[in-house]
């Protein structure tokens, strides 16, 4: 049986490995922050702007945000498919809270590029 890749149906195993994926970008861009709250002894505004100035964090932030919304994306199917039995109302929820999570990462794209 052939499958088409660029079909937007997903198995489980895809689902498996992109939650990984995404939670390896998330857990990598919190450590990093972490340890530069930790390292740095005061942060002002000119830190903070100089930490998001630089392109390559411009890049991982950017990265964090779309594995953010790829790990809610799963995470939502996955509850409102266990937990929401009527189809209609399912739908409805998972278009609004994808359009949210979108809109998140636009907006997140607006802050970070106009540093």
Do not use: C
């Amino acid at each position: 049986m052939v499958t088409n890749q660029a079909s937007i149906k997903r198995d489980g195993v895809q689902d498996y490995v992109s939650l990984r994926a995404t939670a390896a970008i998330i857990t990598a861009f919190t450590l990093y922050l972490a340890w530069f709250f930790i390292t740095t002894d005061n942060i002002t505004f000119e830190v903070w702007q100089g930490l998001f100035s630089s392109i390559g964090m411009k890049v991982f932030t950017l990265a964090a945000l779309v594995a953010i919304m790829i790990h809610v994306r799963i995470g939502l199917w996955q509850v409102l498919t266990d937990y929401v039995k009527p189809t209609g109302l399912r739908a409805t929820l998972q278009y609004v809270l994808n359009i949210i999570a979108f809109v998140y990462v636009a907006v997140g794209l607006f802050v970070l590029w106009g540093v």
